[in-house]
């Protein structure tokens, strides 16, 4: 059974950074790919990065030049560093798992997700 603890949330002003991590557990993390997601109040559930075992990330068009996504494989966590955050950014973000190393950017796509971890960027 996959498990999948996000932690880091918080609230910051614009144009702080911020760093989320994801903790894995449950299967070998080394057959998993692993997104984050958000969700902002009345809006659907938007892909922000993903990232395969090794080097392949994919990032959405709106975080691309602000946010890393990285993970460490010695301990099963994956991290998104966040920087230059705006109040758009505020959101629930969600950790996401796939048995695959073809990352996908539709939700449905992704089979596993943790609780979330509720990010607030104030103006």
């Known amino acids: 059974q996959v498990q999948l603890v996000e932690s880091g949330g918080g609230l910051v002003q614009a144009g702080e950074s911020l760093k989320l991590s994801c903790a894995f557990s449950?299967?070998?993390?080394?057959?998993?790919?692993i997104a984050w997601f958000r969700q902002a109040p009345g809006q659907g559930r938007e892909f922000v990065a993903a990232?395969?075992?090794?080097?392949?990330?994919l990032y959405s068009d709106s975080v691309k030049d602000r946010f890393t996504i990285s993970r460490d494989n010695a301990n099963d966590t994956v991290h998104l560093q966040m920087h230059s955050l705006k109040p758009e950014d505020t959101a629930v973000y969600y950790c996401?798992?796939?048995?695959?190393?073809?990352?996908?950017?539709?939700?449905?796509?992704?089979?596993?997700w943790g609780q979330g971890t509720q990010v607030t960027i104030s103006s």
């Open positions: 996401a798992a796939r048995e695959s190393w073809d990352l996908k950017r539709s939700a449905s796509q992704w089979q596993h």
């Open positions: 449950g299967r070998p993390f080394i057959n998993y790919g």
């Open positions: 990232i395969a075992y090794s080097v392949s990330r």
